[in-house]
């Protein structure tokens, strides 16, 4: 690769259906895309690829993942997307929306693509009925052999749950990749030419050094994690992003791009309840089947 090739990465977009109301649906997603998706339309130079790094819906139902594909259509969008899957997706409904399929529909949607020179490697960390995130049995060997493809190519990995920053503190791996996957993660990654891992989920901006990778989490088209609180409040606030990443030889640069926020509060939660309120979320799911 010898000149830079610009992507967008996006993610935690939450789509709902139109048709139904969503109590757990904090802002108009539909609206938060459509600017999204205006912005990446009169970007310049134009990305090669998208990547929409899971909790592509609110629900996992067929119809929102209908309704995502129709704001793609409706945006004009015509460079590869790239999808991964997060905690409030389904593989049911992501599965039969998008390719019709039935058959094997509890699999992980496991994937990988080369564009402009860009190896980029996307997997499933979604568990049913989990907030954080997981492999299954395969998936890192799966993960094994695609990094030894295209090994001259610098690859981007994509996953919705970032790996674990704090390896000893197990009660936030709600917010993260499991910790044992983590490690692992860590071991099958050493001296491989992985530039970043593209994550969402917990609705902030960051970027971090993760044992020489560059991790990126982007806070998404839903809502915002007010950062200046959360040492002890999960505070949600107004406010959606994306992210302009760039590959170049001598590496990975991201810079975010941010839509015009009051920063409102939507709610706000203190640490010490997260638990509580996260396992009530997980009951209402299950009533709502």
Request: no cysteine; hydrophobic share 40%.
């Amino acid at each position: 690769m010898s000149e830079p090739v610009t992507f967008v990465h996006i993610t935690d977009l939450h789509v709902g259906d139109p048709a139904v109301e969503d109590p757990h649906l904090f802002s108009d997603t539909t609206a938060n895309f459509r600017a999204i998706a205006a912005d990446i339309q009169r970007m310049t130079p134009r990305p090669a690829f998208i990547v929409a790094s899971g909790d592509l819906t609110n629900r996992g139902d067929e119809a929102s993942y209908k309704h995502l594909q129709a704001l793609i259509a409706e945006a004009g969008i015509d460079v590869p997307v790239l999808f991964a899957l997060g905690n409030h997706d389904t593989r049911e409904g992501f599965y039969k929306a998008f390719f019709d399929r039935t058959e094997n529909a509890l699999a992980p949607y496991d994937h990988d693509a080369v564009i402009a020179g860009v190896h980029i490697i996307t997997l499933d960390t979604s568990v049913p009925r989990k907030i954080g995130g997981s492999f299954e049995p395969g998936q890192l060997e799966w993960l094994e052999a695609r990094l030894n493809d295209h090994a001259e190519l610098p690859k981007l990995l994509v996953m919705h749950h970032a790996p674990a920053l704090d390896e000893e503190n197990f009660e936030a791996e709600w917010e993260t990749l499991a910790i044992d996957d983590t490690l692992a993660l860590r071991d099958l990654l050493a001296g491989r030419n992985v530039l970043g891992i593209l994550s969402g989920h917990v609705h902030h901006d960051r970027v971090s050094n993760w044992y020489g990778v560059t991790v990126v989490v982007g806070m998404g088209q839903h809502n915002s994690l007010d950062t200046v609180a959360m040492g002890d409040t999960f505070r949600a606030v107004e406010g959606t992003s994306m992210t302009i990443g760039t590959v170049r030889p001598s590496g990975l640069t991201v810079a975010f791009a941010p839509q015009p926020s009051t920063r409102r509060e939507i709610s706000a939660t203190p640490l010490k309840e997260m638990t509580a309120r996260l396992n009530a979320y997980l009951a209402s799911l299950e009533a709502a089947e």
